[in-house]
């Protein structure tokens, strides 16, 4: 497969250093220098409006995944969606797992799923086995960031509950490394979860550094030996999770009120 036509499924937005006015055009020039077909920008806490007016600047190239607060309301929702957002970000890593089954969780996360939009989580370690039963329970579309971030490798707890919910839900997840560090035994780890997702719910991301985006390509193919299943995660299955073939609009809103 030819590098022209990888999406980079996770790159921080906005980029370090970069204001809001050149922000866009310092991703469009990365994207360009690096042969990339695409991005996925991950605003954890950004300004909503920074997010939708960089999707504008470059609709067919770009979606996003907004930051996720138990309080979002539903007209951001319709909002975001309209932009050209693809998902919502929840970041646990470090901290206390909230109770994702009860309210205002367990509503905010219902409304994720209405709108058929996904919920992309970063957690790392033994946190997935509190994660992942009550978002398999919502029957929302679930994106595992960073490999899952696995302390001790492919037979540890937490991954093993990765693997076991990518088995039974409709769960996704992300070969990407944070800060450019892949997690120990990468490779066993991905031979794990394509065993276990199959090869249609693995996406790749590089974080779109000034640089990087050539190593982590080649960090791919290491993992990653049939050409064809590495087409998959390079691009084809960005395109269908992220929508890249359609234009983005708000879908008519069909859940409770």
Same mark, same amino acid.
């Given at each position: 497969m030819e590098p022209s036509a990888a999406i980079d499924c996770h790159v921080a937005f906005p980029q370090a250093g970069a204001g809001r006015d050149g922000a866009v055009g310092t991703l469009l020039s990365r994207l360009d220098a690096d042969g990339l077909a695409g991005a996925v920008l991950i605003a954890r806490d950004a300004d909503p409006d920074i997010l939708s007016d960089a999707l504008a600047a470059a609709p067919e190239r770009l979606r996003g995944v907004a930051a996720l607060t138990p309080d979002i309301a539903r007209g951001t929702l319709e909002r975001l969606q309209g932009a050209g957002v693809a998902g919502l970000h929840l970041d646990l890593v470090g901290g206390a797992v909230p109770a994702l089954s009860e309210r205002p969780w367990r509503t905010v996360i219902d409304m994720v799923g209405w709108r058929g939009l996904h919920l992309d989580v970063d957690a790392a370690g033994d946190q997935w086995a509190a $994660?992942?039963?009550?978002?398999?329970?919502?029957? !929302? +579309? !679930? !994106? $595992?960031?960073?490999?899952? +971030?696995?302390?001790g490798g492919p037979d540890s707890a937490g991954f093993r509950a990765i693997l076991d919910a990518g088995r039974r839900g409709d769960v996704w997840v992300k070969l990407s490394a944070p800060d450019g560090r892949p997690p120990p035994h990468a490779a066993d780890c991905t031979a794990a979860l394509i065993a276990a997702f199959g090869p249609d719910r693995i996406v790749w991301g590089g974080g779109l550094q000034s640089g990087a985006t050539t190593a982590a390509l080649e960090r791919l193919d290491g993992w990653i030996a049939d050409p064809a299943l590495r087409q998959r995660v390079r691009a084809d299955n960005a395109a269908d999770l992220y929508r890249f073939a359609a234009a983005p609009a708000a879908e008519p809103w069909t859940g409770m009120v």
């Open positions: $994660i992942l039963p009550p978002l398999l329970d919502a029957g !929302v +579309r !679930v !994106v $595992i960031d960073h490999f899952g +971030r696995p302390q």
